[in-house]
């Protein structure tokens, strides 16, 4: 785990100019899954070189047959672990921690866990640097996890810097009587925002279109949060244009698998501008 720990500080290093520069104004990045292209998806490797590079995060949130609250992508284990192909709610935290959850994304990570939720907000209590946004997919989670959820929220004080999403209305509602400071947001497309504005129940408009600078506008008059999600690997989500686009239309933070290129894209295009 040393090797990983050099190579990933030395990852850190190279990109932290990038950080210490990014424009005031620039919406704030959010790595889908961790900077899951340079470290296995929803561990604590990925999430660490976020904190570090002043990037967000979105992460996945499940149950265990026991339940732990964990960090993993899928409901099954075989895709991201070593585990059989059974589902995480079918296993136990102490077994679920005997799983190699970094191996199967390059040989220089074995012997990387699947994290719980806990070591994840610590995490984050205790390297983030300034403000941030965390993006809290709820996956799969019972009323004992609900609550297990907020109360986390609150031991590490995270509250703002965190939403809850994909958890469905009446969960959304059980959350805020837990505690009113949640977060809630939701993937919002464009013909749907008139309705989701009038039944008053999103902080955070996580918008699926690339949207004009009016809309934008509008919703934060509104006090609501405006991010964009481009979450999703390939060229059309590898996209300069957008990247652009959703910057001059003044969001505040955009969901993305290539936060790091979206970076330099917009560095380069001040530097064009200064020139």
Not at 50 to 65: A, H, M, N, P, V
Not at 93 to 105: K, N, P, S
Not at 146 to 152: A, I, P, R, S
């Amino acid at each position: 785990m040393k090797s990983i720990n050099v190579r990933l500080s030395l990852f850190c290093i190279c990109f932290c100019v990038l950080s210490q520069v990014s424009s005031a104004a620039d919406p704030v990045l959010i790595a889908h899954r961790g900077m899951l292209r340079h470290a296995p998806e929803n561990t604590l490797p990925a999430f660490r070189v976020c904190l570090d590079l002043r990037i967000g995060f979105e992460l996945d949130i499940r149950t265990t047959k026991d339940g732990e609250l964990v960090i993993i992508h899928d409901d099954s284990l075989p895709r991201t672990t070593n585990g059989p192909s059974k589902s995480i709610r079918d296993v136990t935290w102490a077994e679920a921690q005997q799983l190699d959850a970094g191996r199967w994304f390059d040989p220089a990570f074995a012997g990387t866990r699947i994290p719980t939720l806990e070591q994840t907000l610590k995490l984050i209590k205790e390297r983030k640097q300034g403000d941030t946004i965390i993006a809290l997919n709820i996956k799969q989670l019972n009323p004992d996890g609900e609550k297990k959820l907020v109360e986390l929220l609150e031991k590490y004080d995270l509250f703002e810097d965190s939403f809850a999403f994909d958890q469905n209305a009446e969960m959304s509602q059980r959350l805020k009587k837990l505690n009113p400071r949640i977060r809630i947001g939701q993937n919002v497309n464009r013909k749907s925002i008139d309705a989701r504005l009038k039944e008053n129940q999103l902080d955070v408009f996580l918008l699926t279109f690339v949207a004009e600078k009016a809309e934008v506008d509008r919703l934060k008059q509104q006090g609501k949060q405006v991010l964009f999600n481009f979450g999703g690997a390939g060229d059309a989500r590898r996209n300069p244009v957008v990247w652009k686009q959703i910057r001059a239309a003044g969001v505040e933070g955009m969901l993305t698998d290539y936060p790091l290129e979206c970076r330099q894209v917009w560095r380069d295009a001040d530097q064009q501008t200064k020139n």
